[in-house]
Each structure stands twice: as structure tokens, then as C-alpha cells.
């Protein structure tokens, strides 16, 4: 079941997903101060990766009876270049992502992209804009971390957080596989025999644990051979202290 939850965080609101958040403000700003303000605040300005994302963001957005709407973060430089998204280099352009009759390019210089979030049959398709025109912006959050897959990359989603395992680990979050516990070369020598032991692969997960194992059990020696050295010291001092009690005083004799 999804779950989203919008939330007031100053001057913008955030739509949280279990991927990444999007973050859209209630104050209009040029494309340029747009981004600028998304990679301060967050992590960019929004970039969609398919005409779901595209559907799904929209559905987020509050309705808006005309313009200003919304900056994302799809531009280009020049008349005939392609169109690219920030950050990723992407050029997804999805069939039904352009209003009608759009992008015209009418000023020649209309090189950034809104986002419809009207009630009519253009709502969630984009327009080509001059950058200098004032808009509200869609920013988005990155949810993944260096630890989010342990053994894989992390690719975030608009519901969910994907992790790209690496070979010879599988799982969820990438935290099972297969480790190699014995040295990574050897070679058959001239007697026939390997020069060191074979190779073993033993079950990542396993491995971790025997190493917390192994750490465990050498700290349990360590306090069991400490306490009892305390103990044979104390008692060395216990036989000591009656026979130095006992021991005859010196005597002078006339």
C-alpha cells in the first residue's frame, strides 16, 4: 500500500516516500536560483525517470489554475541540442510528456521546462520556458547511503529503494554471499603440491559472525586469564601477610 505524507518544512512542503522525497516551495524563483536553492536545501532539482514518476509526482503537486507553475530539472544550452536532465545526463523524453504544440521554443531562448498541474487535459505535461521567467520549483531528496546495500549499489525508485547486488551476493540489501577466506593465489609447484592452502568460499553472512565470534571468544579468554592472575596475586598476598605477623623480633641480649 503506498504511504505519503506531506509534511510543512518552512517555506516549502515534502512528499515522503520509502524512496526519495520531493520537496516543492511556495515562493517563485528563476530556473537558475531554483536549482541552486534545491542542491543547498536538498539534493537537486526533481529529475524523472519515466512517465509513471512523472504521473506519480504530479499527483502530489497541488492544483494550480494557471501560471507560475513548476521548474524541473530538465534544460538545455543551446536551439539544437537535446534536452538533459541535472545531475544524471539522462535524455528521457517520454511520447506524451510535451503539451500540445509544445516545446515551440517561442521566445528562442525558452531552454527550461515547467510542469502543468492544472485541471485540464494538459495537467503533468511540460512547457518550454524563457529560465529567467519566475517559478515555483520540485526538488527531490536522495534517500540511499553508503550503507543502504551494503555489498551493492543503491538505486532509489518514486516508491522504494532498489539495491544492484554485487556479484556473488544477493539478498535484500545485498547482505548475503560468498567471501573468499583463503589466500587469492597460489600456484602447483614443482612437487605437485599447492603452495599455500585452496581457496574456500565460505557464506559472507557466516563469515561476519565467525569473525564477531572469534572477537567474542578471545575477549572472554582475556578477562578470564586476568581475573584469574588478580585472583592468584590476591591470595599470594594473603599467605604473605600472617607469616610477616608471625615472624620472631629481634632480640638483645646482655
Known amino acids: 500500500m503506498k504511504l505519503t505524507l506531506i509534511v510543512l518544512l518552512g517555506s516549502s512542503l515534502a512528499a515522503t516516500t520509502l524512496g526519495w522525497k520531493y520537496h516543492y516551495t511556495d515562493t517563485t524563483m528563476n530556473w537558475t536560483q531554483a536549482r541552486q ?67 515551440n521554443n517561442n521566445h528562442s531562448t525558452e531552454f527550461c521546462v515547467e510542469i502543468y498541474v492544472n485541471t485540464n487535459k494538459n495537467r503533468g505535461k511540460w512547457n518550454d520556458e524563457k529560465c529567467s521567467n519566475q517559478k515555483y520549483v520540485v526538488c527531490y531528496e536522495a534517500q540511499c547511503n553508503a550503507t543502504s546495500c551494503g555489498r551493492g549499489t543503491c538505486k532509489e525508485t518514486t516508491e522504494n529503494i532498489t539495491c544492484h547486488c554485487e556479484l556473488g551476493f544477493k539478498g535484500h540489501r545485498c547482505q548475503t554471499g560468498f567471501l573468499l577466506t583463503s589466500p587469492t593465489s597460489i600456484t602447483c609447484e614443482a612437487t605437485g603440491s599447492w603452495s599455500g592452502p585452496r581457496p574456500i568460499c565460505t557464506i559472507y553472512k557466516q563469515a561476519l559472525l565467525a569473525v564477531a565470534g572469534c572477537g567474542a571468544f578471545s575477549g572472554f579468554c582475556c578477562i578470564c586469564f586476568c581475573w584469574m592472575k588478580h585472583r592468584k596475586r590476591k591470595k599470594l598476598t594473603q599467605v604473605r601477610q600472617p607469616e610477616e605477623e608471625t615472624s620472631p623480633s629481634s632480640e638483645v641480649h646482655g
Do not use: F
Open 37 to 103: 536553492y534545491c542542491k543547498t536545501h536538498y539534493t537537486d532539482m526533481v529529475v524523472i525517470q519515466s512517465q509513471e514518476e512523472n504521473d506519480y509526482l504530479v499527483s502530489l503537486l497541488p492544483n494550480r489554475s494557471g501560471s507560475p507553475y513548476y521548474w524541473i530539472g530538465i534544460t538545455k544550452n543551446h536551439m539544437n541540442e537535446t534536452w538533459t536532465w541535472v545531475g544524471n545526463n539522462s535524455t528521457w523524453v517520454g511520447n506524451e510528456s510535451w503539451a500540445e504544440n509544445e516545446p
